[in-house]
């Protein structure tokens, strides 16, 4: 894998990474878990 | 923050408004992270950035929820004040959230890469829009509903 990849791959776990805790964060919050 | 402590007040508050708008975030942000491992496992397999099928609709439904769940609850809406800072809380992260897919935008090697990340980003923004409307709704319903009826939320 190339430098450029290597930083694309780390781009998009920092990414999925935010939207875990965005979701977590969100869902905590739904009517669903009330 | 730590991540859930916060939003337990939003979680336990009887404001259908406020858990409609985070249970719509949180299915967006679902969406988002979606598309986001179909990414990587395509750059893993094939390594390169695939067209990646993404159209948000700009916020438009969310704001439809929003408002008419406001509209609902009305003037009378009561939110806490750990409530109020957990949506600053919030706020300030979709923020973090929008920086880095900007970011991410201007440093992309594809043009594929670009556009999404682009897309990524505005519905981020939207995201941090609308929850300054609902601290503002929560703060000062009565002010807001006027500016509300002044102009149409889509100005932001």
Redesign the interface.
Known sequence: MTTEQNKIMGALKTAIDIEKDGKERQSNSSPEKR | MA??DN??A???SDN?A???L??S??LE??T??KK??E??HS??NK?G?PAVAFEPDKGKSLRELFVGACKVTGVSVKGSSTEVDAINT?IG??K??YD??EQ?SK?A?YET?RAFYEA?AAEEREHEIILVHYYEYLTDPVDWFTRVERHSLDAG
């Open positions: 991540k859930n939003l337990t939003v979680q336990k259908e406020g858990r409609k985070l249970h975030l949180a942000e679902d988002h992270l986001l491992e990414i990587y750059i893993q390594m950035w919030a992260k979709e973090e959230s880095f897919y991410q440093d090697t890469e990524v």
